[in-house]
């Protein structure tokens, strides 16, 4: 089984010790994973905050120094970022665009992760979402919204990521009606084609996915702003001991068609491991 990555949340504001913490691991093992950026985030869990306690705190957390974390490609420079949005999140714009040329897959991950529903859509892990349960129009007017955000700071791309998870037949109507045609999510070892979108399915439990040799591909969903050091260091022996590949080999690899039933046995999947995860013991 090949093992790729998917980073959420990415976001200015968010932690950038842990970022490049888990950055200089994935590159050290030449990874390229997928990332979700958010592009109007609006959700105050993804924040760092910015004054120098916090980050000198944060820093000490991640084991980063802060004056690693001010030097390097991503750093503001004297100049204005003109044409890409304020000089306030220029440095993070730059460095999505730069990760981008580098060969990262940008998906775009909600328009605020803000949750307005306490809907689980299709595939319900969770019971809260930014799209699931929201009508038509309005799901394409924040899709919209959300890829126009992107495309000023110069991000195109045609890959969605839903927060939570949480999306449904709307969202999917949206998707193709703005011009997405891929999303990161479902259960499965291959990609496939369902509703006219190809799906990228996550791994539905890490530690069998770890030892499944047969063929396919997994995602395992990356939080780095939530890691801890034993985090860092189980992906540093991840990468190490196990066949991790960048998410580009995946997007090579011709999708199947869904059978009849995909929707039904990920609806009930995703619903057991909720009820497992949320189970009060």
């Known amino acids: 089984m090949k093992i790729v990555i998917r980073m959420d949340d990415i976001a200015p504001g968010m932690d950038m010790g842990k970022f490049r913490r888990f950055k200089r691991i994935l590159d050290e093992h030449g990874i390229k994973p997928l990332i979700g950026v958010v592009p109007d985030n609006e959700d105050p869990k993804l924040m760092a905050g910015d004054d120098d306690d916090v980050r000198i705190a944060q820093a000490a957390e991640s084991g980063v120094k802060v004056s690693d974390r001010e030097e390097g490609p991503f750093d503001i420079e004297d100049n204005k970022d003109e044409g890409f949005g304020s000089e306030k999140d220029a440095e993070f714009w730059r460095m999505v665009r730069s990760l981008q040329t580098e060969g990262w897959i940008i998906a775009m991950h909600g328009l605020h992760h803000k949750y307005t529903t306490k ?51 709307n969202t999917i109507r949206a998707l193709l009606e703005t011009g997405f045609r891929r999303i990161t999510d479902g259960f499965g070892t291959k990609a496939y084609r369902r509703f006219d979108i190809t799906f990228y399915p996550i791994s539905y439990n890490k530690k069998s996915a770890v030892k499944n040799n047969s063929e396919g591909f997994t995602t395992f969903v990356v939080h780095t702003g939530t890691m801890t050091g034993d ?28 059978s009849d039933f995909q929707g039904i046995k990920e609806y009930i999947m995703a619903r057991v491991k909720y009820i497992l995860v949320h189970k009060k013991f």
């Open 119 to 169: 809907k689980g859509g299709l595939l319900p892990l969770n019971k809260q979402s930014e799209f699931a349960g929201i009508d038509l129009e309005e799901q394409i007017k924040m899709l919209r919204q959300g890829k126009k955000i992107l495309e000023s700071h110069g991000i195109a791309t045609d890959f969605f990521m839903a927060p939570s998870h949480s999306y449904d037949k």
């Open 231 to 258: 985090d860092f260091a189980y992906y540093e022996k991840l990468f190490s001991e196990k066949n991790v590949v960048s998410f580009n080999e995946w997007l090579s690899v011709e999708p199947v068609e869904a």
